[in-house]
């Protein structure tokens, strides 16, 4: 089985304007980056509405809806910017990362990665924010449980920014459990070690904070001395990842110093927990990473190990 690849040229539509580090370029410079590579491609849809709220309220998806269509140059909720195909664009990358997931699922692929704009960790259930319309990564946990009875789910982010979103759509949940590597204090301000969840899902949030300056020693060993126990706690039936490659040497956003080599060895934790405890089920859903040439580089180096 190959390794699937879900990169939607439509996700290039949702404009930012010149000199946004999320721009339409992105895309560009991370599916370069797997040329040469054999990987299964696969078709694009959109997410439809009742798949976006498995984790969003309705009333936030009208407003989505509202904004893009009146022609608002930023999302009221929060620090998004959006244009008149954003709409479209983000519910294409959404549905692109549910088709890995199904293909994933449903045998036809070892594991899946996904390129979608816009990004998605900050999105809440309420609220868009930090270039986040819609949390793709959560919306994929949740139609795995959903369509195919995955009964615990392993949300794993190695982005720079702490995953707030997520973090909120699952904090007292208990089925999934959501670990996250990030620069701390930086955007959004969340992500403190003593965020642990709440509830049912009081100790299945894992918050790993580091300062600026952190990269292998700290990242790659909070993986595999914390999350890797974790995982065999849990016993998670499928694991799920917000790469983000601004925690990559040289980022404009981020002040991590991981390397390739780095991103390589910790793919490899997670392929480990996949193949443990999920019969290798893994799909990598692409956050941050606001360097052309260092997104290019980490996402090649992400997918290689992936396949």
Request: net charge negative; glycine share 10%.
């Amino acid at each position: 089985m190959k390794t699937a690849l879900a990169a939607d040229p439509l996700c290039k539509e949702h404009q930012t304007g010149a000199h946004h580090p999320e721009r339409p370029e992105r895309f560009d410079a991370a599916l370069g980056a797997l040329d040469g590579l054999e990987l299964l491609r696969l078709d694009p849809r959109h997410a439809t509405e009742d798949e976006l709220a498995l984790c969003h309220s309705r009333s936030y998806i009208r407003l989505v809806e509202r904004e893009v269509t009146t022609g608002l140059h930023e999302l009221s909720t929060g620090d998004t910017i959006i244009s008149p195909r954003s709409l479209d664009a983000a519910t294409r990358a959404t549905g692109g990362a549910l088709n890995a997931l199904d293909a994933v699922m449903d045998g036809q692929a070892r594991n899946a990665f996904c390129i979608p704009r816009p990004p998605g960790h900050h999105a809440t259930p309420v609220r868009g924010m930090g270039f986040c319309l819609f949390n793709t990564v959560a919306i994929a946990a949740r139609y795995a449980q959903q369509k195919y009875g995955v009964e615990r789910v392993l949300i794993a982010d190695w982005d720079v920014h702490h995953g707030n979103g997520t973090q909120d759509i699952f904090y007292s949940d208990g089925t999934v459990f959501f670990f996250s590597t990030h620069q701390y204090p930086w955007y959004p301000g969340t992500g403190a070690a003593s965020e642990s969840g709440e509830g049912l899902g009081l100790g299945t949030t894992l918050n790993c904070p580091f300062p600026a300056g952190s990269g292998r020693k700290e990242i790659l060993g909070a993986f595999q001395e914390k999350l890797l126990p974790a995982a065999e706690s849990f016993q998670p039936g499928l694991v799920l990842l917000s790469a983000g490659f601004d925690s990559r040497i040289g980022d404009p956003l981020g002040n991590f110093t991981l390397t390739d080599t780095d991103f390589v060895d910790l793919t490899t934790v997670l392929r480990e927990i996949a193949d443990k405890h999920a019969e290798g089920r893994l799909v990598s859903v692409l956050e941050g990473g606001y360097s052309l040439e260092g997104l290019a580089a980490g996402v090649r180096a992400h997918v290689a190990a992936l396949m």
